[in-house]
Nanobody, 115 residues
């Protein structure tokens, strides 16, 4: 069973930064794509950013220019650097590891941005 553990969430003021980490237990980490999603209370889960196995990245329009996703295959870890945070970024952030026909979710980490 694959385990994904997110960390790095917390409380930050608007305009501040946080770096989230998603660490995977699977040694074949490098063949998976990884995505960060977020879910705010009463809202649907939404895709924030994704990085493919070859490093291609994609971002939601709402975070382009502020968030950066990266991966370190040697550490089985994906990062989400979040800059210029806004109160509307407040949510539980979850990572998803995926390839065709298979996916795994982490438990999430809370990010709260105060105004």
């Amino acid at each position: 069973q694959v385990q994904l553990v997110e960390s790095g969430g917390g409380l930050v003021q608007a305009g501040g930064s946080l770096r989230l980490s998603c660490a995977a237990s699977r040694s074949t980490f490098s063949i998976y794509g990884i995505a960060w999603y977020r879910q705010a209370p009463g809202k649907q889960r939404e895709l924030v950013a994704a990085i493919s196995k070859d490093g291609t990245t994609d971002y939601a329009d709402s975070v382009k220019g502020r968030f950066v996703i990266s991966r370190d295959n040697a550490k089985n870890t994906v990062y989400l650097q979040m800059n210029r945070l806004k109160p509307e970024d407040t949510a539980v952030y979850l990572c998803k590891m995926y390839r065709i026909g298979v996916y795994y979710w982490g438990q999430g980490t809370q990010v709260t941005v105060s105004s």
